[in-house]
């Protein structure tokens, strides 16, 4: 075409001839009128002298089926749908105007036109969308008039047709509502929904119908509501945001909340002006369990603030909004036959649960006991939960009054606690809990033994605390006292083990501090239990001679306590002295000082376990030494004294009594080894005598031992080579005897073997005769039951049928088909009838003889 137009434009200027085809047209302005005209094909056009082609040739526009375009400043048009002309011969316009031509025969731009959109397939809407329109200026449709920014929807499916006086502003689609979901919509403005219920602008409503919706022009969705699936185990909190109507016809005020269950609605999908608050689970108790609501709403449902409300299992319930239960969900309270609770009431009531029933005022306390099962009411509360306390003879516990505020000591027996009794700690001293501790020593920590104990203690992890509400007990040894003593009372008891000591609630040991170490210092040594001895005791003292010499002794003493009488004034004495070890070393060193200070160093030396018994012990009237020395206060008794040591204090003193005791040493050596020499040598003379002698007498026992192996021998050799000769012959007679043995056995054997086969073979075939013809039996056995039963079950079957039809159906049933025959041949005149099955000969003759005979003498009846 761009070809074809340049060659007719070249042509055309040179001839000034204008080849239009068909469908073509040209623009031509009369230079002098100065008006375009529109040259329309097929034609040759001469262009005049006065004329110019300004456009063209150009195809005109062709609009197909389903397709439009818009031309801008249209020709104007008459009734007839004829162009109209200006007075000058141009052609009328609408300028600024436009004009949407669809589908029609082509057609030219006209001088002036503009084609505004080019040719565009028209908008197909399909189901379930829209087309958003807004009117840009006042016109009438067919339906209504619109005004210049109204806006409404297109719904598909349909063709939208474009109109200059709209514009589409977007494409809607609808949006599918699926079960248990809802639509909500706010409006924009007021308008009417597809209900037709008038909204007003800014409300919004839900959509709950199932399906596609389409919102409307002044509609917008604000939201996708999903339903709540209610369960029996599930409900819905839901709160009011205003005062309205809900679906179930109930008014609800602004801030009121309620439940949905699922016994007023299996779904449920929140209003407007519902408020999910959240999802409530049903609270199950059972047949052992219970629950305090608090805040319960009475039946009106107006919440009981302040009060409570007890709820008692077996049952399921959901709380309501605004309870909440107290302390959660309780199991009943099952007392055994040793436990007991503690109550306390809140508030005044009737206690029913005893008889005669008793009233409870506030802040009383009662306690019962098991064996029962218990729900505290809402006017109680429980305060501890008591059981019986299993004391045996050795055990016991401190019960406080806590009215009184008496404590007292309970043991041996099972013991509950009362509403107005607790445990009372009893306190001890530091020292006396540790020498209570398992790993202490009950009668003194003492020595090397503590040192271990100690290191032991030490290396456990943590001490064993001491229970202070049971009874301090303290076993005591044998041979040893404690005593006891009672603050409140001012009283002292001793007691003598082997026994078992049980303070009471104002009683505490008399704790015993004594002397130890060496040299002795005070306040070493820690004990609850005197020991009655015998023991003893070892000390350090430093002495001096006549001659000034300073020694050093190291003596142990042996002491005990004389017991025999162990009356109170006895058992009290002993413990009348605190330190009793450092009073006895103190005392028997003084007199062991004033001995010795008489005495030289020389005598000391010579005779100084005498001189020191003589000290302690001293002389009786018949100048006898005395065997024991004995405190008076407190009974105690030394036995003996033991010298360990005697070292010399001074350096001089210590050297010169070393060089003594070294030449003693020596001399004493000396003698000892020449003794020894001479006693060696004689030894050694009588040994080389004793060694000869016994050579001899060693080889005349050879001789003769080897004379006895000659003969041995030779009588070996004479017994072996008969021996020989005879096992030989006795090996053959032996062999020949088992040979025959075997084969005899053998013969036995194999016809034992044959019996037995034959025997087995013969007991097979027996069994196996024998289950066939069990099972044979069986088999026709179980044929003949078979059969019983099925005769057995048509019998039944046909007693049941015909008892469940009853004697007159069948009766009836028996008579209906010839009663029905009769009824036919009535119903049809015939006064006799021959029934045959077509196989059966009839004779004919004979019978339509009697069918004449019976017509003709009925008819002269008739007659």
């Known amino acids: 075409m761009a070809g074809t137009k340049h060659n007719l434009r070249c042509q055309s200027d040179d001839d000034g001839i204008y080849r239009v085809p068909t469908y073509y047209y040209l623009h031509v302005l009369d230079q002098t009128t100065n008006v375009t005209r529109v040259e329309v094909g097929p034609q040759n056009y001469v262009r005049k002298n006065n004329e110019r082609v300004i456009f063209g040739p150009e195809r005109m526009v062709i609009v197909p089926p389903h397709h439009y375009c818009v031309i801008q400043n249209p020709v104007v048009h008459d009734r007839d749908n004829s162009i109209q002309y200006d007075a000058a011969g141009q052609v009328k316009l609408q300028h600024a105007d436009l004009e949407i031509r669809l589908e029609q025969e082509p057609f030219p731009i006209y001088p002036g036109e503009r084609l505004h959109v080019d040719i565009t397939p028209l908008k197909v809407v399909p189901s379930n969308t829209a087309l958003r329109l807004r009117a840009l200026r006042d016109f009438k449709d067919r339906y209504e008039k619109k005004v210049a920014g109204d806006e409404w929807l297109f719904e598909g499916p ?5 109109c200059k006086e709209v514009e589409v502003v977007e494409t809607v689609r609808a949006f599918v509502i699926k079960p248990n979901q809802a639509l909500k919509l706010r409006a924009c403005t007021e308008t009417r929904d597809r209900g037709g219920k008038i909204r007003v602008c800014g409300e919004e409503w839900l959509v709950r119908k199932i399906g596609a919706y389409l919102p409307g022009a002044y509609e917008e969705i604000v939201d996708i509501v999903n339903a709540y699936v209610l369960t029996e185990k599930e409900a819905v909190h839901v709160r009011a945001t205003c005062t309205f109507c809900d679906e179930l016809g109930v008014e609800r005020r602004n801030g009121q909340e309620w439940l949905i269950k ?43 603030l302040g009060q409570k409300k007890l709820v008692k299992g077996e049952i399921s319930f959901f709380l309501m909004p605004g309870e909440r239960l107290e302390n959660g969900i309780q199991d009943i309270c099952v007392l055994g036959e040793n436990e007991g609770l503690i109550l306390r009431a809140k508030e005044t009531f009737t206690d029913d ?9 506030p802040g009383d306390k009662w306690m019962i006991r098991g064996p029962e099962e218990y729900i505290p009411p809402v006017e109680v509360e429980v305060i501890a939960k008591r059981y019986t306390i299993p004391l045996d003879e050795n055990e016991g516990i401190y019960v406080r009054n806590i009215k009184t505020g008496r404590v007292r000591l309970v043991c041996g027996e099972a013991y509950m606690l009362n509403q107005d009794e607790e445990l009372w700690n009893k306190e001890l001293p530091t020292v006396v809990d540790e020498l209570l501790s398992g790993y202490r020593d009950l009668l003194a920590d003492r020595g090397d033994w503590n ?7 030490k290396t456990r992890s943590a001490p064993e605390v001491r229970d202070k509400t049971k009874v301090v007990t303290l076993r005591v040894p044998h041979n040893a006292a404690v005593q006891v003593f009672d603050y409140k009372e001012k009283k002292a008891r001793v007691i003598f083990g082997p026994d078992l000591v049980m303070l009471g609630p104002d009683e505490q040991f008399t704790q015993l501090s004594l002397s130890g170490g060496k040299p002795k210092r005070p306040n070493v040594i820690h004990s609850l239990c005197l020991l009655l001895g015998p023991d003893f005791c070892t000390d350090i003292i430093s002495v001096e001679t006549a001659d000034h010499a300073r020694l050093q002794l190291q003596l142990a003493y042996n002491w005990h306590f004389e017991t025999y009488n162990k009356s109170p004034e006895t058992a009290a004495s002993l413990f009348s002295v605190p330190d009793f070890v450092g009073d006895l070393c103190k005392a028997i060193a003084s007199r062991i000082r004033s001995a010795v200070a008489s005495v030289t160093f020389d005598n000391f030396h010579k005779n100084s376990a005498k001189i020191i018994c003589t000290a302690v012990f001293g002389y009786d009237e018949n100048l006898r030494m005395r065997k024991q020395f004995m405190f008076p206060q407190n009974n105690l008794v030394i036995t003996s004294v033991d010298i360990q040591s005697v070292e010399p204090v001074d350096q001089r003193t210590r050297d010169s009594l070393l060089r003594s005791v070294q030449l003693a040493i020596e001399i004493t050596t000396q003698s000892l080894e020449a003794t020894a020499r001479h006693e060696a040598e004689r030894r050694e003379q009588e040994a080389k005598g004793h060694l000869e002698r016994q050579k001899i007498a060693d080889e005349v026992e050879v001789e003769r031992a080897r004379k006895e192996l000659l003969e041995l021998q030779a009588s070996s050799m004479v017994v072996e080579s008969c021996g020989q000769a005879k096992a030989e012959a006795q090996s053959r007679v032996e062999s020949q005897l088992i040979e025959g043995r ?3 056995e053998k013969a036995k054997l194999k ?24 099972y044979l039996q069986q088999q026709i056995n179980l044929e003949v039951e078979k059969v019983k039963e099925l005769a057995d079950i048509d019998i039944q079957k046909f007693k049941s049928i015909v008892g469940s039809l009853g004697r007159e159906t069948i009766s009836f049933i028996a008579r209906a088909g010839p009663e029905l025959q009769v009824k036919l041949l009535q119903g049809l005149g015939i006064q006799s009838a021959l029934i045959t099955d077509g196989a059966t000969p009839l004779n004919l003759f004979s019978t339509a003889k009697g069918l004449i005979g019976v017509k003709s003498s009925q008819h002269r009846e008739e007659v």
């Open 158 to 162: 349909g063709t939208y047709i474009p």
């Open 262 to 304: 699922m016994t007023d609605t299996e779904t449920y999908i929140p209003g407007v002006y519902e408020q999910v608050v959240g999802v409530v689970s049903i609270t199950t108790l059972s047949k052992r369990q219970y629950c305090v609501i608090l805040d319960p709403l009475n039946e009106d449902g107006t919440p009981q």
């Open 353 to 361: 649960t005893v008889l005669p029933a008793v009233k409870r005022n």
């Open 451 to 457: 040192k271990q104990a100690n290191a032991v203690a």
């Open 742 to 744: 075997s084969e005899v």
């Open 751 to 774: 016809g034992e073997a044959l019996r037995i086969e034959a025997e087995t073979e013969l007991k097979r075939l027996s069994c196996a005769r024998q289950a066939e013809v069990q």
